[in-house]
């Protein structure tokens, strides 16, 4: 190599940045599982060639993965998935719910499993990497978060905490939500969305261990506010709660349980919380996304919005993102 | 809402991992990602690239570990599969997390500027020429390694280093990173 060769290797190796995340193993195994073209040379295993050779389709078991959740390296895998309708009712004082069905729609060329007895664990058909069920209830798919050691789930009527090693119901508190958004848990409070309408929005934090309800944060809607809206709340890296609100994104401190900041017009796309903001049209509701590198989020359109927006883009100073700067074109950015 | 159906399929076994694929992930991931990002410019597609070339290579792990070339086979992969996607993919929207209207905000922002610079200078190299810098001066890869990951001639890998550098002795801003500056 010349000078001029090794000033660029020297360049390449010092400008590029480290990867926001890891490539897995799971990550591979979930890509051959997802592309049946390709797949591990036969006899190489059992689920294989069950699988893959026996002809059934991977959807079910995709459907099933979907719902997995990996619940941190001591607790391993926990799966929280199971038929939708099989939900029997949580009791509230905080014991397991009862062994319901675990499928409702048998196979013909693979019949459905019994459910095995309370307390013991399911290996998942196509469950890569050892995935098991160990719940037995019906909860909202998507629903599923972690923080702290537990998992946290919405069943029909309930908030749910689960211990991720074993997968049972500990706490569970009333709650009907009314749009489909994840809880999100900021130091020892679950926040949940409680109310979502033309009347008001409502945040609703319960106490992490316990599932008590210690605050409840009216945030008031500018604009309208859809009901098929999804995913409206988020929390930044701030520690702040983002709740879509209408035409508007409202800032909400959960320390002081209060709206502090409200993201003025809004456009989809993301926010980085400390430098920008990338704008398309305007809509009547919100989805809020982290990104995958927690140095923002998305804001997205609403499942009412019927047509494609044409992407602008703006920017903001950091930290007053409702004072967008500038205006230019661009395309939308993926997460 | 809720999940409709979920189908518990009886299972006996968990599909077998190749011995010492999950090492060579652990260890390699980071340094191919890296290499994704240098071809594509972004994480989730250096990320669909280094999964897409990972996931070639499982089934035939055993046979690469014998040959003792696994990371060559993965990075041949991925620069193939590179050079599939410039190809055969509509190019017309660019799927980008950079935005035109960029300003340094502090050291941070300097990096992120260098890193844009560096990206739009690798922008302007056709796809063979960028995966020859990348494979050359990124990997470090010999000139007869990155003939063979790219199925062409030792005097073709030369020929595309040379335009290459051309090309990007030209780019803005590229003299002063190459010359020191900002760090990742």
Known sequence: MNTEERQLAEMLHRVTPEPPRRVTVEDVAFRLASEPGRKPRPGRGSLWNSVFRGGHGWTPVLAALSVFAIAGASAGIATVATSHHSRVGAPSDGTPPATASVSNSPSPTAPSQSPPPAGETLRVAGGMWGAKLINRNSFSQGSLTGSGGSLYAVEDGYLARIDPASGATLQTARYSPPVFSRPVVVGNTVWVVWSYGGGGIVLRGYDARTLAQVASVPVPAAGGVSNLAQGVLTAGPDGKLYVAAGDSVATVDPAARQVTHRISSPRAGPVRWRSRLTAASSMSGWSLQPLQDRSGCWFTTSPLASRRPRPRCRSAVPGTLSRPTAVSGARRAPG | ?184
């Open chain 2, 1 to 184: 809402m809720a999940l409709t159906s979920v189908e518990v399929l009886p299972v006996d076994d968990r599909p077998s991992e190749p011995d010492g694929f999950r090492e060579f992930v652990e260890a390699r991931s980071s340094a191919l990602l890296r290499s994704g990002w240098l071809l594509t410019g972004d994480w989730p597609s250096a990320e669909d690239l280094v999964q897409t070339a990972l996931a070639a290579a499982w089934p035939r792990w055993a046979s690469l570990t014998r040959q003792d070339a696994p990371e060559l086979y993965v990075r041949k992969i991925m620069v193939n599969t590179f050079l599939r996607w410039r190809r055969r993919r509509w190019n017309g929207e660019v799927a980008t997390g950079r935005l035109p209207d960029m300003q340094a905000y502090g050291d941070a922002f300097a990096q992120i500027d260098a890193r844009q610079a560096l990206i739009a200078a690798l922008d302007r190299l056709p796809p063979r020429q960028r995966a020859v810098v990348v494979l050359r001066y990124f990997a470090d890869q010999t000139e007869s390694q990155t003939a063979a990951a790219m199925g062409c001639s030792v005097g073709a890998v030369k020929a595309h280093a040379s335009k290459a550098l051309a090309r990007l002795r030209d780019a803005p801003g590229l003299a002063e990173l190459m010359t020191g500056g900002v760090t990742s």
